[in-house]
């Protein structure tokens, strides 16, 4: 069984940057479908930006330009980097893997059947 945990979150002003890290454990650091969510109180969980081993990452209008999803070679570690926080990026931040992915397969944020616990994010003024 995969499991995911997630460090990083915090509190930070406007403008400043957070670095997320999700580690994976049971699961192959060559063959992966990894991405993040968010969920913000009263708004229902969004995706966030994806990685896979098969092709380039993918992410969300709100944080495109200010995000960058990485992973470590070697391990199953995967990285949130966001700039430019704004108020709206308050969230609690998950961390999501497709267990059943497999070389060549599609990697999409509705294919995600581990989940970690979350790591909460809050941006003020």
């Known amino acids: 069984k995969v499991q995911l945990v997630e460090s990083g979150g915090g509190s930070v002003q406007a403008g400043g940057s957070l670095r997320l890290s999700c580690t994976a454990s049971?699961?192959?650091?060559?063959?992966?479908?990894m991405g993040w969510f968010r969920q913000a109180p009263g708004k229902e969980r969004e995706g966030v930006a994806l990685i896979d081993s098969s092709g380039p990452p993918d992410y969300a209008d709100s944080v495109k330009g200010r995000a960058a999803i990485s992973k470590d070679n070697g391990k199953t570690t995967v990285y949130l980097q966001i700039n430019n926080l704004k108020p709206e990026d308050t969230a609690m931040y998950y961390c999501?893997?497709?267990?059943?992915?497999?070389?060549?397969?599609?990697?999409?944020?509705?294919?995600?059947?581990?989940w970690g616990q979350g790591t909460q994010v809050t941006v003020s003024l």
């Open positions: 999501a893997a497709d267990s059943f992915f497999r070389p060549g397969g599609f990697c999409g944020y509705y294919g995600m059947d581990s």
């Open positions: 049971g699961y192959s650091d060559r063959t992966y479908c």
